[in-house]
């Protein structure tokens, strides 16, 4: 909760840091604030706030808090990989403002207990994306990224209201306590209405927009491709947990009772997430789209901790979320570095010979993309197997058999990069320098996705 409120109180400052003329402290002031959120998050764990005022509409038990924590905590590497996108005087204090209101839907979408505040939580998040997607002004394909997520998360907004109101009609409340009450006991009585599927339906199909689950995936590879990079790794990694969470309490909590009716539909999105994504990824040339589908192919993941439907699917999302977080977060720092001067040029020949031009960071991005694929021992073996252990035993093993094929078929595609870095020759010979708080950045997201790789059980143990 106190979180919550320090983020939003950091949006709002930035606000007004142009008419009070504080700009330049912000770049210092809203990281501070971000980790100063984090460490009360961290507070909140064993001293519980509760607010009786919001207590209908956000909680923050510990599920909510270790979410938050996670969020807090990408916010945090993301704000150091992220230093040049604030450099612009005139338009700064805006970008510090969107972010911190970026991250205030983010947070509330990981504790809301009411539908008012999902659909508010959506487009607290959503609305700065679509500024930030199209804040390089002068590049037609950042615009056309802004311009198609607007128009698709328009788009899934209107279905995810059309769902809320049907679902009303049945339940007659926007709680999910008592929506999930309503249904149990009509759904025990045979009486459901069938107005009441076809909203969990739309609600379905707005949820897999704004996770960007195949079919309804078409936005993600322009819309990653166009962004600048790190707008890109921002809605890779916090919006993407942001709205697995959300689903997740939507559908395993709100709609458990009728989870006959939904997780067929979601266990052939999830394959169809798997297929699509890793065979289109191993055809792309360029490495921010091969990002996007790779991101694609880990909400296929994702989607089967929610089918799972079990104790364990929470604790599943949470380690899966922060490894691909961490992990993500040190690859996209990397890419930025490498393309500086060529947005929109992030072809995979910048890595040629970087072994040679730089072997530390070479080094920390093989690592990265090991656990990207899921290979023993990194953080993403173990986030993919506990998904897997997860779903076993559910009627879903065809769907076990076909991630696992498919991961097989992600394997090509990151060595791809691997390939370049170590064994092809790079049109320039001398060393390539990064900054020293982005090579410490990736220094420390290598080391966690590591040393996540060593100690799962303590993640998973925080929910268990």
């Known amino acids: 909760m106190i979180a919550l409120f320090t983020i939003a109180g950091l949006g709002i400052l930035a606000l007004l840091a142009e008419i009070f003329k504080f700009r330049k402290l912000l770049s210092f002031a809203v990281p501070m604030g971000v980790l100063a959120a984090y460490c009360l998050n961290f507070y909140e764990w064993n001293h519980p706030i509760r607010i009786e005022q919001f207590a209908n509409m956000l909680q923050f038990g510990k599920l909510e808090l270790a979410f938050s924590g996670v969020l807090l905590a990408t916010a945090f590497f993301w704000f150091i990989f992220a230093n040049d996108y604030f450099e612009n005087e005139s338009s700064s204090a805006d970008h510090f403002a969107l972010v911190c209101f970026a991250l205030t839907g983010a947070i509330m979408l990981v504790s809301y207990t009411n539908m008012t505040m999902l659909f508010l939580g959506v487009e607290i998040l959503s609305i700065p994306l679509y500024v930030m997607a199209a804040s390089r002004k002068s590049d037609i394909s950042s615009n056309e990224a802004g311009f198609k997520y607007f128009l698709m998360g328009a788009f899934a907004s209107g279905f995810l209201l059309f769902g809320i109101a049907l679902v009303y009609g049945a339940t007659g409340s926007f709680d999910l306590a008592t929506i999930a009450d309503s249904v149990r006991i009509m759904y025990a009585a045979n009486a459901v209405p069938g107005f009441l599927y076809v909203g969990v339906l739309m609600m379905l199909i707005a949820m897999c927009f704004k996770v960007a689950a195949a079919p309804f995936h078409f936005w993600s590879p322009d819309v990653y491709q166009g962004s600048p990079t790190v707008v890109t790794a921002f809605m890779s990694t916090i919006v993407k947990t942001a709205g697995f969470v959300a689903f997740m309490r939507l559908f395993n909590g709100c709609f458990f009772s009728v989870s006959d009716k939904w997780t067929l539909i979601l266990a052939v999105i999830s394959a169809a997430s798997l297929v699509i994504s890793n065979i289109t990824a191993a055809s792309q040339s360029n490495v921010k789209r091969m990002l996007a589908y790779s991101s694609i192919s880990h909400a296929g993941f994702m989607l089967m901790a929610i089918i799972a439907n079990s104790q364990t699917s929470t604790p599943a999302i949470l380690y899966y979320s922060l490894a691909y977080s961490i992990s993500s977060i040190g690859g996209f720092t990397i890419l930025y570095n490498l393309t500086k001067g060529k947005e929109g040029q992030e072809t ?117």
């Open 348 to 464: 995979f020949d910048l890595f040629n010979g970087l072994g040679k031009r730089n072997p530390m960071i070479a080094a920390c991005m093989v690592v990265i993309l090991l656990s990207l694929a899921g290979i023993p021992v990194t953080s993403g073996f173990f986030a993919k197997y506990y998904v897997l252990a997860g779903l076993m035993g559910k009627g879903f093993g065809w769907l076990i058999v076909l991630a696992i094929v498919m991961s097989a078929v992600g394997v090509y595609y990151y060595f791809k990069i691997i390939i370049a870095m170590y064994f092809k020759k790079p049109d320039i010979e001398t060393p390539v320098a990064f900054e020293s708080s982005h090579a410490a950045l990736i220094g420390i997201t290598t080391a966690f996705t590591i040393l996540l790789g060593f100690v799962p059980q303590y993640i998973i143990g925080m929910l268990s």
